[in-house]
């Protein structure tokens, strides 16, 4: 028998909803690049007639959506490799070919977007991350989450040994990128400005080619493969548990889970908002160690407070929007790119660096509610989203039906 994707029956819903949850928060905390004012220097934004609500959306950005909601996404990868296995256990067949051959088509569509659409693109991190996981696949619980830990950990030790030794390991790359960059043209003072002066592709294509060596360094210099690895890891261990389908007699630990990361990662994410927004006035090692005590207790807070609310409600419209939207997360991650692109480029209207911060996160809620609108009737007539379509036919080698 052939490998087939996922079919209906074997959806859980709650997942579905969880992706579309997280698609809010990748959506908040990518429009400010989108925009340009991620670019801007901080004269620039004290000069916005709206720069007293900026700092205040800033300082949320921080305290609620930073590492939080890419966390849930991680999550849900880990869970999502431990479905492929289990499903192919189910028809006699192995799931890691199956799986490294998905991989290596999300790397594929991960590069097109990272050279020719979007610099701060993640998919090819995941791809190449997620290469790793059936490696480990055969450890014990216990050893898959104290590995967790040491991937979570490790990166503020790192941080720690930078700061005692004044070693950067990430300075190559970022020379390396500096390098690309001025061979392009683009410099300090044109930086920020150049995507909105851009006319034509070509010109914008010269600044996505120095953008994907300062997305390489930003994966280097924030530890990103270990930070990844570790939640990866940590999904996997939900999945080979089977907990998302196991939610009624976990119904009193989810609500455990929700409090304690709540009353964990509160405090921690404003001090890690503070330490963010005023420049890391403890220093590099503290910051590390406050992204790290935050984003992991916030983020199950977040999962287990929606699998709670699920629980009660679990026929709730707000469940079939977000389903529908995290059904096409593929699709809906990378239309987002394309619509911060027509709305801020200068090949589209180039309004990038004309908002403040506060204006353009209304922007993009306004971007993703009307994401969900488009999800919610186009997996009313097809069976997956356009992306989904062509990752699925890419990756069994078959021609999938599309129409319901």
């Given at each position: 028998?052939?490998?087939?994707?996922?079919?209906?029956?074997?959806?859980?819903?709650?997942?579905?909803?969880?992706?579309?949850?997280?698609?809010?928060?990748?959506?908040?905390?990518?429009f400010?690049?989108?925009?340009?004012?991620?670019?801007?220097?901080?004269?620039?934004?004290?000069?916005?007639?709206?720069a007293?609500?900026?700092?205040?959306?800033?300082?949320?950005?921080?305290?609620?959506?930073?590492?939080?909601?890419?966390?849930?996404?991680?999550?849900?990868?880990?869970?999502?490799?431990?479905?492929?296995?289990?499903?192919?256990?189910?028809?006699?067949?192995?799931?890691?070919?199956?799986?490294?051959?998905?991989?290596?088509?999300?790397?594929?569509?991960?590069?097109?977007?990272?050279?020719?659409?979007?610099?701060?693109?993640?998919?090819?991190?995941?791809?190449?991350?997620?290469?790793?996981?059936?490696?480990?696949?055969?450890?014990?619980?216990?050893a898959?989450?104290?590995?967790?830990?040491?991937?979570?950990?490790?990166?503020?030790?790192?941080?720690?040994?930078?700061?005692?030794?004044?070693?950067?390991?990430?300075?190559?790359?970022?020379?390396?990128?500096?390098?690309?960059?001025?061979?392009?043209?683009?410099?300090?003072?044109?930086?920020?400005?150049w995507?909105?002066d851009?006319?034509?592709?070509?010109?914008?294509?010269?600044?996505?080619?120095?953008?994907?060596?300062?997305?390489?360094?930003?994966?280097?210099?924030?530890?990103?493969?270990?930070?990844?690895?570790?939640?990866?890891?940590?999904?996997?261990?939900?999945?080979?548990?089977?907990?998302?389908?196991?939610?009624?007699?976990?119904?009193?630990?989810?609500?455990?889970?929700?409090?304690?990361?709540?009353?964990?990662?509160?405090?921690?994410?404003?001090?890690?908002?503070?330490?963010?927004?005023?420049?890391h006035?403890?220093?590099?090692?503290?910051?590390?160690?406050?992204?790290?005590?935050?984003?992991?207790?916030?983020?199950?807070?977040?999962?287990?407070?929606?699998?709670?609310?699920?629980?009660?409600?679990p026929?709730?419209?707000?469940?079939?929007?977000?389903?529908?939207?995290?059904?096409?997360?593929?699709?809906?991650?990378?239309?987002?790119?394309?619509?911060?692109?027509?709305?801020?480029?200068?090949?589209?209207?180039?309004?990038?660096?004309?908002?403040?911060?506060?204006?353009i996160?209304?922007?993009?809620?306004?971007?993703?509610?009307?994401?969900?609108?488009?999800?919610?009737?186009?997996?009313?007539?097809?069976?997956?989203?356009?992306?989904?379509?062509?990752?699925?036919?890419?990756?069994?080698?078959?021609?999938?039906?599309?129409?319901?």
């Amino acid at each position: 028998m052939n490998n087939q994707p996922t079919n209906e029956k074997q959806r859980y819903m709650i997942l579905d909803s969880l992706r579309g949850f997280a698609l809010l928060g990748i959506c908040l905390a990518n429009f400010p690049e989108f925009g340009l004012w991620t670019f801007l220097s901080s004269e620039a934004h004290a000069c916005m007639e709206s720069a007293g609500v900026d700092r205040v959306v800033r300082f949320l950005l921080y305290l609620l959506v930073d590492a939080k909601f890419y966390g849930i996404f991680s999550i849900l990868f880990g869970i999502g490799f431990s479905l492929i296995l289990s499903h192919a256990a189910e028809r006699g067949q192995r799931g890691v070919g199956l799986f490294y051959r998905r991989m290596l088509v999300l790397l594929c569509i991960g590069c097109c977007h990272l050279l020719f659409v979007w610099n701060g693109d993640i998919l090819v991190l995941y791809a190449l991350v997620g290469m790793l996981l059936p490696l480990l696949r055969r450890l014990s619980g216990h050893a898959l989450l104290w590995m967790a830990g040491v991937c979570l950990v490790v990166p503020v030790l790192i941080d720690a040994w930078q700061e005692g030794t004044g070693v950067s390991l990430s300075a190559p790359v970022y020379d390396a990128w500096w390098q690309v960059a001025a061979a392009n043209g683009i410099t300090q003072d044109n930086f920020a400005t150049w995507l909105r002066d851009s006319q034509s592709y070509p010109e914008m294509f010269s600044f996505l080619k120095q953008g994907a060596v300062e997305r390489m360094y930003e994966f280097v210099d924030g530890h990103r493969l270990l930070k990844v690895l570790g939640l990866f890891l940590i999904g996997y261990q939900i999945g080979r548990s089977r907990l998302y389908a196991r939610l009624e007699e976990l119904g009193g630990a989810l609500r455990k889970c929700c409090w304690w990361g709540l009353l964990t990662g509160l405090p921690t994410s404003v001090l890690y908002a503070m330490s963010a927004t005023q420049g890391h006035p403890w220093g590099l090692t503290v910051h590390s160690l406050l992204y790290t005590v935050s984003a992991l207790p916030m983020t199950l807070a977040y999962i287990s407070g929606c699998c709670v609310l699920y629980l009660h409600r679990p026929r709730h419209w707000t469940f079939r929007l977000l389903a529908s939207n995290g059904r096409m997360a593929l699709s809906n991650y990378i239309g987002q790119s394309l619509v911060g692109i027509a709305i801020y480029y200068g090949i589209g209207l180039g309004l990038g660096t004309a908002m403040g911060l506060a204006q353009i996160e209304l922007v993009a809620l306004g971007v993703y509610g009307l994401q969900v609108l488009l999800s919610l009737l186009w997996m009313s007539r097809f069976r997956f989203g356009p992306l989904e379509w062509l990752w699925r036919m890419l990756t069994y080698g078959q021609r999938l039906p599309l129409k319901r």
